[in-house]
């Protein structure tokens, strides 16, 4: 407990930000030696004004800090520094990356990581394209990075886990505070196959300005950023610069150009995005994560060969018929075909079964083509 404190004191003086304290740990190594330097010592370093020196001189260890790890300790959750070898080097790579931050899971600092983001107010296509594409990239090894925001980060973490994959949410909250409230049991499934990381204090709450605070650390932490939908103005889109910022790769889902949804999306490829449709245009563009490619590849082959599937009797054929490359929800399709859900679902299940239908998050269904 007590070699953290050192590091939650200097995050509290007033004027030290993490591009600042980055500084002073490059110059100082420790936290510890940073705030028992002189003042004289302390403006040697570029940024660091008398005033801060003195602000950092005059600095004393809070009761709060100690509670907190206190917290921390009983949750189960790590608080990972900067100079601890847990730390992901991606992230460090950034020029303002978190001088600490807190963890609830399993981090694999050197993992694969890609982030899918998008809009909160997703359309069907934008919720199951998300899925899929995480799903895939998953099942190769990768690992899917979001911010478990409703829409298609929720959508992204989904797929990830039901593929058997990894993923890592980057929230905008303290750990302590699940936001949105309905996503408390993605939470707990995300921890249990990756990890839930935030650089706010435990309970801190949804603040507007947090969130783009924490784009920085979904791209940070990814080789690139999958934007499957986005308007003009768009968290997502925050989410695409700060990857450029940072020399990372840029991704685009193209949508219809009648969704005001997909607006944002067209603009990136527009500037220069790569145009993304599945998984395989993602990874060809990182040679060296071949070998995911492989081990997605020798999945795919185990697969036994596929016949020649066809819907059964006239109530199956009626369901397939009624599905299109769109998810739509069962209640509609149910309704449309004048049918019981219950029945349709049976014929659904069917239809999955043959490898004729799929099922995006939400009982939303739509025709497998390949």
């Given at each position: 407990?007590?070699?953290?404190?050192?590091?939650?004191?200097?995050?509290?003086?007033?004027?030290?930000?993490?591009?600042?304290?980055?500084?002073?740990?490059?110059?100082?190594?420790?936290?510890?030696?940073?705030?028992?330097?002189?003042?004289?010592?302390?403006?040697?370093?570029?940024?660091?004004?008398?005033?801060?020196?003195?602000?950092?001189?005059?600095?004393?260890?809070?009761?709060?800090?100690?509670?907190?790890?206190?917290?921390?300790?009983?949750?189960?959750?790590?608080?990972?520094?900067?100079?601890?070898?847990?730390?992901?080097?991606?992230?460090?790579?950034?020029?303002?990356?978190?001088?600490?931050?807190?963890?609830?899971?399993?981090?694999?600092?050197?993992?694969?990581?890609?982030?899918?983001?998008?809009?909160?107010?997703?359309?069907?296509?934008?919720?199951?394209?998300?899925?899929?594409?995480?799903?895939?990239?998953?099942?190769?090894?990768?690992?899917?990075?979001?911010?478990?925001?409703?829409?298609?980060?929720?959508?992204?973490?989904?797929?990830?886990?039901?593929?058997?994959?990894?993923?890592?949410?980057?929230?905008?909250?303290?750990?302590?505070?699940?936001?949105?409230?309905?996503?408390?049991?993605?939470?707990?499934?995300?921890?249990?196959?990756?990890?839930?990381?935030?650089?706010?204090?435990?309970?801190?709450?949804?603040?507007?300005?947090?969130?783009?605070?924490?784009?920085?650390?979904?791209?940070?932490?990814?080789?690139?950023?999958?934007?499957v939908e986005a308007a003009k103005r768009s968290g997502a889109l925050i989410t695409a610069r700060t990857a450029l910022d940072q020399n990372r790769e840029v991704f685009a889902l193209p949508g219809s150009v009648r969704s005001a949804r997909s607006a944002g999306t067209h603009s990136l490829i527009k500037q220069g995005a790569k145009l993304a449709v599945n998984a395989q245009d993602i990874i060809e563009e990182f040679p060296f994560l071949s070998k995911f490619q492989s081990m997605g590849n020798s999945k795919q082959n185990t697969k036994k060969p596929k016949t020649?599937?066809?819907?059964?009797?006239?109530?199956?054929?009626?369901?397939?018929?009624?599905?299109?490359?769109?998810?739509?929800?069962?209640?509609?399709?149910?309704?449309?075909?004048?049918?019981?859900?219950?029945?349709?679902?049976?014929?659904?299940?069917?239809?999955?079964?043959?490898?004729?239908?799929?099922?995006?998050?939400?009982?939303?269904?739509?025709?497998?083509?390949?």
């Amino acid at each position: 407990m007590e070699s953290l404190v050192p590091w939650m004191t200097l995050r509290s003086v007033h004027g030290i930000g993490n591009l600042l304290f980055g500084k002073l740990i490059d110059f100082f190594e420790t936290p510890e030696r940073v705030l028992d330097a002189s003042i004289s010592e302390l403006v040697k370093v570029n940024g660091i004004s008398q005033r801060l020196a003195e602000n950092i001189k005059s600095v004393k260890k809070r009761d709060a800090s100690y509670r907190e790890i206190e917290t921390a300790q009983k949750k189960g959750i790590r608080i990972i520094t900067l100079n601890d070898p847990d730390y992901p080097p991606l992230l460090k790579e950034i020029s303002d990356p978190p001088p600490f931050f807190y963890v609830l899971g399993k981090l694999q600092p050197h993992s694969a990581n890609i982030a899918v983001v998008g809009s909160r107010n997703a359309t069907d296509y934008g919720l199951s394209s998300a899925w899929e594409i995480a799903g895939n990239l998953a099942a190769m090894g990768i690992t899917i990075v979001s911010g478990m925001a409703r829409g298609v980060d929720t959508a992204a973490h989904e797929g990830a886990i039901e593929a058997g994959g990894a993923t890592l949410a980057i929230l905008g909250t303290g750990l302590l505070k699940i936001y949105p409230s309905e996503n408390a049991g993605l939470y707990k499934r995300i921890s249990e196959n990756g990890a839930v990381i935030s650089e706010f204090h435990l309970n801190a709450e949804p603040a507007a300005h947090h969130f783009p605070i924490r784009n920085r650390v979904i791209s940070g932490l990814s080789l690139g950023v999958v934007v499957v939908e986005a308007a003009k103005r768009s968290g997502a889109l925050i989410t695409a610069r700060t990857a450029l910022d940072q020399n990372r790769e840029v991704f685009a889902l193209p949508g219809s150009v009648r969704s005001a949804r997909s607006a944002g999306t067209h603009s990136l490829i527009k500037q220069g995005a790569k145009l993304a449709v599945n998984a395989q245009d993602i990874i060809e563009e990182f040679p060296f994560l071949s070998k995911f490619q492989s081990m997605g590849n020798s999945k795919q082959n185990t697969k036994k060969p596929k016949t020649e599937a066809r819907p059964g009797d006239a109530d199956e054929q009626r369901a397939f018929d009624i599905l299109s490359p769109y998810p739509v929800h069962i209640d509609d399709l149910a309704f449309k075909l004048s049918m019981e859900p219950g029945n349709l679902s049976a014929l659904l299940l069917q239809l999955e079964l043959k490898g004729l239908a799929k099922q995006a998050p939400g009982k939303m269904f739509y025709k497998h083509e390949d």
